[in-house]
Every structure is written in C-alpha cells, then in structure tokens.
T-cell receptor
Framework: NAGVTQTPKFRILKIGQSMTLQCAQD?????MYWYRQDPGMGLKLIYY???????DKGEVPNGYNVSRSTTEDFPLRLELAAPSQTSVYFC???????????FGPGTRLTVT | AQKITQTQPGMFVQEKEAVTLDCTYD???????LFWYKQPSSGEMIFLIY??????QNATEGRYSLNFQKARKSANLVISASQLGDSAMYFC???????????FGSGTRLQVQP
C-alpha cells in the first residue's frame, strides 16, 4: 500500500492564481481530512469528508474548496491565492471517526 | 470546544536519558482520544501512541509511553532511552466523540544531544 499520497510536494503561486492540491489514499478509508500547518504551529483543519459525496468545513475553510467524488481521492482547491495561504498542507485519512489518522507527506505552498 | 496546550516550546535531553513532554487538554466531551505525533525535519507526521479516555492502563509503544492523568487533564509523553533520531517536533492532539478531526497543540521541539 502507498498509504496517503500528495502531489505536488512543492509549489510557488502568484497572488490571484488558482491550483488544486491532490490527495489519494489506497487504504479504503472513509474519512479524509485537509490540514494546514503554519510555521512553528500545530495543524489546523481546513475541510474533512466522512465519505464519497460528503464534505464539511473545518476550522479554517475560507479560501478553499474540496470535493469527494470517490473514496480514494480528496482534492483541495485554492481559488485566488493569497500570501496568507503560504503554508504546508497535509492530507490525512482514517478508517472511521476514532483512532489513528494517517498523514501524507505534505505539500509546501508559497504564495508571493 | 477542545484545546490542547503544550507549554514547552523546546526541550533538550542527553542521549540514553528519559524525557517527558507535557500536554494538557480541555474538553467537554465525556469520551475522547489522545494522540502523539512526531514530525522530523523532513516534515512528515508520524503517529506514535494513542490513549482512549476510558482506557484504565497507560498506553505504551516500545520506548514511548503516555502518562495519562484524567483528573488533571494531562497526557504527557515519556520517551525512554533517548536516541539521536528522536530529535524532532512532537505534537499532542485529541479528538472527542463525534468530532471529525484532531485538535493539535503547538508542539515541542526535542533535541537529543550526544
């Protein structure tokens, strides 16, 4: 199993550009999450999904959108990138609503 | 609301010694889980240990143990026999029953000195 994979690993965006961060898991997990980690801080939840077709906002959803058309994939869309979105983005998954979450390797995004 | 507090921004420990990383939490949930993750300089998040709020025994995983004191709302991580490879950021996190995601603390940077 590859676990949770994320692409790209690094990206530099100009202000106002858009992009999609890809996340996929091959563990047949129902729950998937997007977190962001600002320098020197812990992770904050952006969006999550409890299954295909179901998504909900987390703590810091503004400026982002998600979709969950399959169990495996959970892309995160940034529209009109802003410098405040410079961060490391982690995707995670879990089998259910309790227990361990498995994290992807992260995407380091810089908006200038 | 849930909150995790890690009061030690940085810690030093000598190789082969034990170290305790502090974590206190606040929640109104009756049932919850507590987690510790390690983040080395390479950036990935590595799960270390889990403690359920109703578990009577403290969790242990190899050199990691969780000192769970429910009445004090603390869930400290103890690393025994520290190794140079233990140098990393350590995050305490929790999730309450019915909540969908983890709430993280701000982390503790541990440096193991030879």
């Amino acid at each position: 199993n590859a676990g949770v994979t994320q692409t790209p690993k690094f990206r530099i965006l100009k202000i106002g550009q858009s992009m999609t961060l890809q996340c996929a898991q091959d563990m047949n997990h129902n729950y998937m999450y997007w977190y962001r980690q600002d320098p020197g801080m812990g992770l904050k939840l952006i969006y999550y999904s409890v299954g295909a077709g179901i998504t909900d906002k987390g703590e810091v959803p503004n400026g982002y959108n998600v979709s969950r058309s399959t169990t495996e994939d959970f892309p995160l869309r940034l529209e009109l990138a802003a410098p405040s979105q410079t961060s490391v983005y982690f995707c995670a998954s879990s089998l259910g609503g309790v227990g361990e979450q498995y994290f992807g390797p992260g995407t380091r995004l810089t908006v200038t | 609301a849930q909150k995790i507090t890690q009061t030690q921004p940085g810690m030093f420990v000598q190789e082969k010694e034990a170290v305790t990383l502090d974590c206190t939490y606040d929640t109104s949930d009756q049932s919850y889980g507590l987690f510790w993750y390690k983040q080395p300089s390479s950036g990935e998040m590595i799960f270390l240990i889990y403690q359920g709020s109703y578990d009577e025994q403290n969790a242990t995983e190899g050199r990691y143990s969780l000192n769970f004191q429910k009445a004090r709302k603390s869930a400290n991580l103890v690393i025994s026999a520290s190794q140079l490879g233990d140098s990393a950021m350590y995050f305490c996190a929790m999730r309450g029953t019915g909540r969908r995601a983890l709430t993280f603390g701000s982390g503790t940077r541990l440096q193991v000195q030879p």
